[in-house]
């Protein structure tokens, strides 16, 4: 099971951080990813971290956003700066029990199990 948090509304310029918290099985040995879904568009994928580290991002958020696990919480975090209104959407965080590469992270058909999402609003 994968619950999101932190969704929120922030102005241009803001800052928000989601939490992912998985089960501890999950995240030792799973890639979580996180995903957004504006209304109208397809799901696409923002960044990852597998089960050793690695972290992947799309180009849109590279530089703004940043993933990171904390074991002793069983959560995977995405922190988001310098927020910009096509951010707007609903996040969502998912797992594959398979390792990733540049290519396939951010693909949804790749991941497993999926959360319910947490919306992320930027706006004036």
């Known amino acids: 099971q994968l619950v999101e948090s932190g969704g929120g509304l922030v102005q241009p310029g803001g800052s928000l951080r989601l939490s992912c918290t998985v089960s501890?099985?999950?995240?030792?040995?799973?890639?979580i990813g996180w995903f957004r879904q504006a209304p109208g568009k397809k799901r696409e994928g923002v960044s990852c971290?597998?089960?050793?580290?690695?972290?992947f991002y799309v180009d849109s958020v590279k530089g703004r956003f940043t993933i990171s696990r904390d074991n002793a919480k069983n959560t995977v975090y995405l922190q988001m700066d310098n927020l910009k209104p096509e951010d707007t959407g609903t996040y969502y965080c998912?797992?594959?029990?398979?390792?990733?590469?540049?290519?396939?992270?951010?693909?949804?058909?790749?991941?497993?199990?999926w959360g319910q999402g947490t919306q992320v609003t930027v706006s004036t």
């Open positions: 501890e099985l999950i995240l030792r040995l799973f890639t």
């Open positions: 971290s597998s089960s050793e580290g690695t972290t």
């Open positions: 998912a797992a594959s029990r398979t390792p990733p590469n540049d290519v396939y992270f951010s693909d949804p058909a790749w991941y497993d199990w």
